[in-house]
């Protein structure tokens, strides 16, 4: 079926959806951390459908859920009571700290990003939001405003009202600090935290409170976060500096978003949630994704106090939200985490394969960065470790292939699109990771010759 579903794209598909490879995949099946094509070739999938299918495809639990549910009741709408929905917010919410314990159902990570921007905003009696350069937080027209990669002139489409702040990127911020990533990147850099590292997450600072004083308005509504940036190629901040950041919002009056679309639900390993992991207690988080291993779901959880202000200032409806069949599925996806151990392995196999990704950099001078956390890893290729000028996109895109060539299948972000970003299932395991790091072993190694 192959050249009459690239004709059906040619002639009824935007062009703007890229399909990654010069042959596109035309794929047939997936099963848990695997993906096979048409000619019936296996992929390790190291991108689980943009950092979505976390549990693994098909995972049979969550499958054999969804099938037990379909035969029963889809849809309702909010305006009628179904358990399973019900069920599947008292256990997610469990999982969340005081009092982050109200929970809206939305269908993607922009409606839920969009609503919390509508949260932030009727809370606050504000309306400036702001978020990072490099970020994404959606495509609708609201989370557009506070985009700034993977799409294309979203400021402008946006309209909206939203500030963008600089990005205390540790490897392309004009003051480094690297080292205070965290202990893991330490070792893999050879390097302490020292006070050289800490000063610039000091200056980071010092420009995240020129946007407050200079951009803004007096107040403002809210910021939002991504724990750790995903489209924009694995991006980590200096340590403790979203802590600071969070204080100085909140001291005028707005409040703290945390985007858990890519690093939530066990992704980066030592905690179920990204925001743990910097010490911080979010006022409203948003989630999509991983939350049901690739069905539509998103949810915005967030303190009675806003969502009492919330829905005092606004009627909000949503049609599709929270239907028993997505309850079902997001169910059986928290328990499949639980079961299957995938928090631990995503912070096991995670470090393990970070680490020997990290041994490419020694030998490759095209790898500038390697780094993440977890089973959310990036490798930033560059013309040189010393000049750090990104890889020319062909080169890039010849690597990429390579590696599917030989049944890796990799996903690709940051600002010139040059990074390779590694989310596979979270049931990976260390030998499909040995794997994997030989294929880019194989692919760079061919590429030097
Ligand atoms: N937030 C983050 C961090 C994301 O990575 C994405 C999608 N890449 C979104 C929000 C938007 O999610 P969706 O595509 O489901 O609207």
Same mark, same amino acid.
Request: charged share 20%; with cysteine.
């Given at each position: 079926?192959?050249?009459?579903? %690239?004709?059906?794209?040619?002639?009824?598909?935007?062009?703007?959806?890229?399909?990654?490879?010069?042959?596109?995949?035309?794929?047939?099946?997936?099963? @848990?951390? =695997?993906?096979?094509?048409?000619?019936?070739?296996?992929? !390790?999938?190291? *991108?689980?459908?943009?950092?979505?299918?976390?549990?693994? &495809?098909?995972?049979?639990?969550?499958?054999?859920?969804?099938?037990?549910? %379909?035969?029963?009741? =889809?849809?309702?709408?909010?305006? #009628?009571? &179904?358990?399973?929905?019900?069920?599947?917010?008292?256990?997610?919410?469990?999982?969340?700290?005081?009092?982050?314990?109200?929970?809206?159902?939305?269908?993607?990570?922009?409606?839920?990003?969009?609503?919390?921007?509508?949260?932030?905003?009727? *809370?606050?009696?504000?309306?400036?939001?702001?978020?990072?350069?490099?970020?994404?937080?959606?495509?609708?027209?609201?989370?557009?405003?506070?985009?700034?990669?993977?799409?294309?002139?979203?400021?402008?489409?946006?309209?909206?009202?939203?500030?963008?702040?600089?990005?205390?990127?540790?490897?392309?911020?004009? =003051?480094?600090?690297?080292?205070?990533?965290?202990?893991?990147?330490?070792?893999?850099?050879?390097?302490?935290?020292?006070?050289?590292?800490?000063?610039?997450?000091?200056?980071?600072?010092?420009? #995240?409170?020129?946007?407050?004083?200079?951009?803004?308005?007096?107040?403002?509504?809210?910021?939002?976060?991504?724990?750790?940036?995903?489209?924009?190629?694995?991006?980590?901040?200096?340590?403790?500096?979203?802590?600071?950041?969070?204080?100085?919002?909140?001291?005028?009056?707005?409040?703290?978003?945390?985007?858990?679309?890519?690093?939530? #639900?066990?992704?980066?390993?030592?905690? #179920? =949630?990204?925001?743990?992991? &910097?010490?911080?207690?979010?006022?409203?988080?948003?989630?999509?994704?991983?939350?049901?291993?690739? *069905?539509?779901?998103?949810?915005?959880?967030?303190?009675?106090?806003?969502?009492?202000?919330?829905?005092?200032?606004?009627?909000?409806?949503?049609?599709?939200?929270?239907?028993?069949?997505?309850?079902?599925?997001?169910?059986?996806?928290?328990?499949?985490?639980?079961?299957?151990?995938?928090?631990?392995?995503?912070?096991?196999?995670?470090?393990?394969?970070?680490?020997?990704?990290?041994?490419?950099?020694?030998?490759?001078?095209?790898?500038?960065?390697?780094?993440?956390?977890?089973?959310? @890893?990036?490798?930033?290729?560059?013309?040189?470790?010393?000049?750090?000028?990104?890889?020319?996109?062909?080169?890039?895109?010849?690597?990429?292939?390579?590696?599917?060539?030989?049944?890796?299948?990799?996903?690709?972000?940051?600002?010139?699109?040059?990074?390779?970003?590694?989310?596979?299932?979270?049931?990976?395991?260390?030998?499909?990771?040995?794997?994997?790091?030989?294929?880019?072993?194989?692919? !760079?190694?061919?590429? @030097?010759?």
């Amino acid at each position: 079926p192959y050249n009459h579903i %690239l004709k059906i794209r040619k002639q009824n598909f935007s062009p703007f959806i890229s399909t990654y490879f010069q042959k596109p995949l035309l794929l047939q099946q997936g099963y @848990m951390q =695997w993906l096979f094509d048409y000619e019936g070739r296996r992929y !390790l999938d190291l *991108f689980s459908g943009i950092v979505t299918v976390g549990v693994g &495809h098909c995972h049979p639990k969550v499958t054999a859920a969804a099938q037990k549910q %379909l035969g029963r009741l =889809w849809h309702t709408s909010p305006a #009628f009571i &179904h358990p399973a929905i019900h069920e599947y917010a008292e256990k997610l919410t469990a999982l969340l700290p005081e009092p982050l314990k109200v929970i809206f159902f939305t269908n993607s990570g922009s409606e839920a990003n969009d609503m919390a921007m509508l949260m932030a905003r009727s *809370f606050s009696q504000n309306v400036d939001i702001i978020s990072f350069r490099g970020a994404y937080h959606g495509c609708s027209p609201y989370t557009l405003g506070l985009t700034s990669v993977g799409a294309i002139k979203p400021r402008i489409a946006s309209g909206s009202s939203c500030q963008t702040t600089m990005c205390p990127d540790v490897f392309r911020g004009p =003051w480094g600090g690297s080292q205070c990533r965290d202990s893991l990147v330490q070792t893999i850099r050879k390097c302490n935290c020292t006070p050289g590292c800490c000063k610039a997450k000091d200056q980071y600072i010092e420009e #995240f409170k020129n946007t407050l004083h200079t951009v803004v308005a007096k107040e403002i509504a809210g910021f939002f976060a991504e724990p750790i940036q995903g489209v924009n190629g694995v991006v980590q901040y200096p340590k403790g500096f979203l802590k600071e950041a969070f204080q100085m919002v909140r001291e005028r009056g707005g409040v703290c978003i945390a985007d858990e679309v890519q690093t939530g #639900f066990g992704r980066l390993g030592t905690h #179920f =949630w990204g925001f743990q992991s &910097h010490g911080i207690l979010p006022d409203i988080v948003t989630m999509a994704k991983g939350i049901a291993n690739g *069905f539509p779901m998103s949810a915005v959880v967030t303190t009675p106090e806003i969502a009492d202000a919330f829905t005092k200032h606004l009627n909000h409806f949503n049609t599709f939200a929270g239907n028993p069949l997505a309850g079902v599925i997001g169910s059986a996806v928290l328990d499949a985490i639980k079961e299957d151990g995938l928090q631990e392995n995503s912070q096991e196999t995670g470090s393990y394969m970070l680490l020997k990704l990290a041994k490419l950099r020694d030998e490759f001078e095209i790898v500038g960065d390697v780094r993440g956390k977890g089973l959310m @890893m990036g490798i930033e290729m560059v013309q040189d470790q010393d000049s750090r000028q990104p890889l020319s996109l062909k080169e890039v895109n010849l690597i990429h292939e390579d590696c599917k060539d030989m049944g890796l299948i990799v996903g690709r972000g940051g600002l010139f699109n040059q990074t390779f970003r590694i989310a596979p299932p979270m049931c990976i395991t260390k030998q499909e990771a040995d794997f994997a790091v030989e294929v880019f072993h194989a692919a !760079l190694s061919r590429h @030097m010759e």
